[in-house]
Structure formats: structure tokens, C-alpha cells
């Protein structure tokens, strides 16, 4: 495995920020077990977490005018650099008015050991979480979250509240991994919610699973 501090990189349209190899899951589809790429970029994986300075240092070398939106993804799970990602999406806002998403498996409260939702008021634009299926015990079996059966509840719970501060919020699963009938129980969790249901493709604008 190569490592690099490829912090930013491009997917079409999107600049994506790589924060963090960390996740609390090790989903058995995960990309990162496939590679180490995304969509022709340096190794995602890094040498280091880095700090807000060079994330914000390494936009000064991107023309920002090129992109439609900022996306915190990578290899790993953004929330778990909360603190760091809060700071950077302020600052993209500031700076470059671009709107701002964040991919996540909505497992970020119980990572960051609060209610992390209310955080990404004013912040962030759009959330888009894995909701995987919409069984619990097929979804502890996809993930192994180090949260264990907790995972599940948490991520619907963090959808539901993440609404009351960001706009568009879309869970996702993959195309051809869930039969109709789950996708209609997907659809319904979803409209409990109040959030947007999307099928999406395993590999999607460099979104690696989420
Ligand atoms: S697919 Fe996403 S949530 Fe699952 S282990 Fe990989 S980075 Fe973590």
C-alpha cells in the first residue's frame, strides 16, 4: 500500500477532501479493499490526518472557479475528523461560495460521543448516508460497525435530526444489491424520515461506498 497526503481531488465537477483513513466500519463491499484510488487520483490513502492549515492551504492550488461543489469523502469516514471538517467547510464557504456536501455513514454522533447533527447548520449543504438496507441485522453484517447493533438506530436517528440543519439530505443504497421489495421498504424509511431515497451505483462520482 502506497501512502500520500492527497487531500483534494477531482471527481467531474466535484473537488472531494480526503480527512481521514478512519471509520468505525469495515463494510465487506468497502472500495478501499479494491484499491487505492479514486477516479485516476494519487493514493487516497494518507500519510498522515492533516491539519486544517494544509487542507486549507492545499485549495490555494486547485482553480476553484473549475468545481461545482465541495465534497468531503475519501478513504474513510469524514465525521471522524469532525473537528477538522467543520473548520474546512467553514472556510470553503467563506472563501469560494461552494456549496458543500458531506458522505458519510451517518454514524458521526456516536463516533464523535455527541448529537453531532445541529453542527452542520450553516456549514454544510447536503448530507448523503448509507443506509445500506433496511434490515438491522443484514446492515451489522454489511458494516461490522464497532458500534454493533447500535449502528443501525443511530444512523436513522442522525438522518432524521441532520434535516433540521442541512436542506438536502439523501440516503442511499447500491443498485442491484437489494430486491424491489427492499427498495420499497428503503423508500418508506426514507419518507418517515422526510429524507430523499437514492439508488445509486457501487462506484458513484467517486462516492467509494457511501
Ligand atoms: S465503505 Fe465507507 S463506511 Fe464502510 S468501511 Fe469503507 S469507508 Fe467505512
Redesign the pocket.
Known sequence: MSKAMTLLYEVYNGLYVNLTNR?????T????GQGESVCGSDSLWLEREPTFEEVRDAFARFDMEKYDEVVFCG???PTEAWEVLKEVAAYVKETYGLPVRVNT?GQGSLINGRDIAPEFAGIIDAVSI?LNTPNPERYAEL?RSQFGDAAFPAMLDFAREVKRSVPDVTMTTVETTLTPEEEAACQRICDDLGVNYRIRLWVDQGK???
Not at 471509520?23 to 463494510?27: G, L
Not at 463491499?29 to 478501499?32: G, H, T, V
Open positions: 471509520c468505525s466500519c469495515r463494510c463491499f468497502c472500495l478501499r478513504f474513510g469516514e455513514n448509507s458494516t467509494i461506498t457511501k
